[in-house]
């Protein structure tokens, strides 16, 4: 039909635009601007090292907390919660995901931030201080807080995956396990793990896309900052967040060409890890359950537990 | 993690005379086994730190909702939702442009968003190919991947460069956001529609597309709206896209949207980038707006698709 012809014409348009939009910045750098970590208007000088470092570190370390919490969260919501309980708490971990950015960041702005700069990151600094992530000056704008936004921007994606994920595992499969006497959570290292891993790694690579794209939260937390710290606690950027601060800052063609390079670098990323990330949860979906995953909301609890 | 195999292993030489969880621990073969307390703990500790995950998600959620219920209500009254923004230095004002703004925007984004995402929803999971359907998805579910920021740079190229910042430009940012959203829930949901009903329609000798318009779409109908709706509720929270396409606005309101429109998210964000009290308050009071009006979106939705969902249940 004429519309789906439309829709992928968009993406083909969107991608080709964008990449228009970078060319004189693509053909006055060529990739020397993904090596370099100067951002200078007043030279004109453009590089976009220091904020695909931003990006990397901020979004790694954010998915190294959020998955292992979501795996937790999935299991408990599947595995553990009282029946009553599994509905509410899951409608609610998706509703943590519906909360716009932007007030996300003005939470981690003036609720988040200040207990950071006094509280958190000097009690980091005595305890690990000869770790350089935890050295340096404590401040209310830096990687750190970035990085909490965006644990807690994509625990409830890759939770709601992750859960459907291990809904699918087969109820006899789990019965066989306690019925052997393993414990449940042997039960859970054993076959739902192992049966689950590639969701969960898809899962995990889903949450990292929407870490990598996220500006606005970000923005307002990170300090907006060129160089590259080893310090968590100093301000940075990111590729995203980058974009979006000088938005109307932008003096030359030659700078707004270099956002769209950035945009286009980070459209690579995400891209990739979307495309990575959706065939592996679409083959452990389809292979597992012919009815795909409902979209948004979660679908009812239709899994016959056996054992709760 | 591959680790520890034993303590399952020996568990299973006791499953042969199957005992009662009473008869077990007294059971020769199981009582004096020596790993059992560790594993005993190992699994307490495990369901602990399961369930302290799931409190720290809840509470969390608690935490964010309550700062904005707490520091946004006391920011909000009659002059926030009738009047634009107070003038440089002054204090008063509220976000009326903002709000007016939103509506157009996100309204002009469904107008153009939703028909044509259950359009390809219909194509998708009523006449393509199995093999095409499946490549559509793959490319919506990419779409729905592009950070919303690069949509905006995308929207800004298209629209902006040369002209100025318009409502227009910003509805169609959002209006991309949109399209993957509507049209992946418009397949799950048409696709639930029960094929018997779909073959009684086709054996009278109805057409494929009378059959499609009469009686799937209107059994799936709830579902439907299920899906704009989300939609809406994803995009009236959008910032990222709105920045490099209407975000210059002025401070009246304002309804034509060939000029660049004011929103509540935008300025949510400028308002949180300020330094005065009074502007973080306004911020508050709008985020607190925002967040009503997304969690409304979020709960009428998922309403109305546990209930067709149980109502196409029942008819299978």
């Known amino acids: 039909m004429l519309a789906s012809v439309a829709s992928m014409a968009l993406i083909a348009l969107l991608v080709y635009k964008v990449f228009d939009q970078a060319g004189e910045s693509i053909s006055h750098f060529g990739l020397g601007f993904v090596g370099s970590s100067v951002w200078n208007p007043v030279t004109r000088r453009f590089g976009a090292a220091s904020f695909i470092y931003g990006t990397a570190v901020s979004s790694l370390i954010a998915l190294l907390i959020a998955g292992p919490m979501s795996v937790a969260i999935a299991l408990f919501l599947t595995e553990l919660a009282p029946m009553r309980v599994r509905r509410p708490v899951a409608t609610l971990v998706e509703l943590l995901a519906a909360i716009p950015s932007v007030v996300l960041g003005l939470w981690g702005i003036i609720v988040m931030a200040p207990f950071l700069n006094g509280t958190l990151e000097p009690a980091l600094r005595s305890a690990l201080g000869w770790i350089p992530l935890f050295s340096g000056s404590a401040s209310p704008f830096g990687l750190l807080p970035a990085i909490l936004v965006l644990t807690i921007m994509t625990v409830p994606i890759v939770a709601a995956v992750t859960r459907e994920v291990f809904q699918t595992v087969p109820t006899e499969l789990k019965e066989s396990a306690l019925a052997l006497g393993s414990t449940r959570w042997e039960m859970v290292r054993m076959v739902i793990l192992p049966y689950a891993k590639s969701g969960i790694v898809g899962a995990s690579i889903l949450g990292l896309g929407r870490a990598l794209g996220e500006a606005i939260a970000v923005t307002q937390v990170i300090g907006d900052e060129t160089g590259i710290h080893a310090s968590l606690f100093a301000p940075a950027d990111t590729l995203a967040s980058r974009v979006a601060s000088t938005y109307q800052g932008a003096t030359s063609t030659l700078e707004i060409s270099s956002l769209a390079y950035l945009s286009a670098i980070l459209l690579v990323f995400a891209l990739i890890a979307n495309a990575i990330a959706r065939l592996i949860v679409r083959r452990t979906t389809v292979r597992m359950r012919p009815a795909g995953p409902g979209p948004g909301p979660g679908p009812a609890v239709t899994v016959a537990e056996g054992k709760a | ?316």
């Open chain 2, 1 to 316: 993690m591959s680790v520890g195999g034993a303590g399952g292993g020996s568990g299973g030489g006791g499953s042969a005379s199957a005992p009662s969880r009473a008869a077990r621990a007294t059971h020769p073969l199981l009582a004096p086994n020596p790993g059992l307390r560790r594993r005993k703990l190992v699994n307490g500790a495990m369901e602990g730190t399961a369930t302290l995950a799931a409190l720290i998600a809840v509470a969390v959620l608690a935490l964010v909702i309550l700062s904005v219920l707490v520091k946004g209500i006391s920011a909000i009254n009659l002059d926030f939702f009738v009047k634009g923004p107070a003038p440089f230095g002054q204090s008063g004002g509220g976000i009326a442009n903002s709000i007016v703004g939103t509506a157009l925007l996100v309204a002009m984004a469904s107008v153009l968003a939703v028909p044509i995402g259950i359009l390809v929803g219909i194509h998708t999971s009523e006449f393509a190919r199995p093999s095409v359907a499946a490549s559509i998805r793959f490319a919506l579910d990419i779409l729905n991947g592009v950070p919303t920021i690069v949509t905006g740079i995308f929207v800004f190229g298209l629209l902006v460069v040369g002209h100025v910042q318009s409502g227009y430009a910003g509805a169609f940012a959002l209006a991309i956001i949109m399209l993957p959203i509507v049209a992946r829930s418009a397949h799950e949901v048409l696709s639930l529609v029960p094929s018997s009903l779909r073959e009684a329609s086709l054996a009278l000798g109805v057409r494929r597309w009378r059959t499609v318009l009469t009686i799937v779409v209107p059994t799936a109908a709830s579902g439907l709206v299920t899906g704009a709706l989300l939609g809406v509720a994803r995009v009236a929270g959008e910032t990222a896209p709105l920045l490099f396409t209407s975000s210059i606005a002025s401070n009246l309101v304002s309804t034509d949207p060939s000029q660049a429109l004011a929103s509540i998210p935008v300025s949510i964000f400028t308002l949180s980038e300020e330094a005065s009290p009074a502007a973080h308050a306004q911020a508050w009071a709008a985020a607190l707006l925002l967040i009503f009006l997304v969690v409304v979106l979020n709960v009428i939705a998922r309403t109305l698709f546990g209930r067709s969902r149980a109502r196409l249940g029942a008819t299978r």
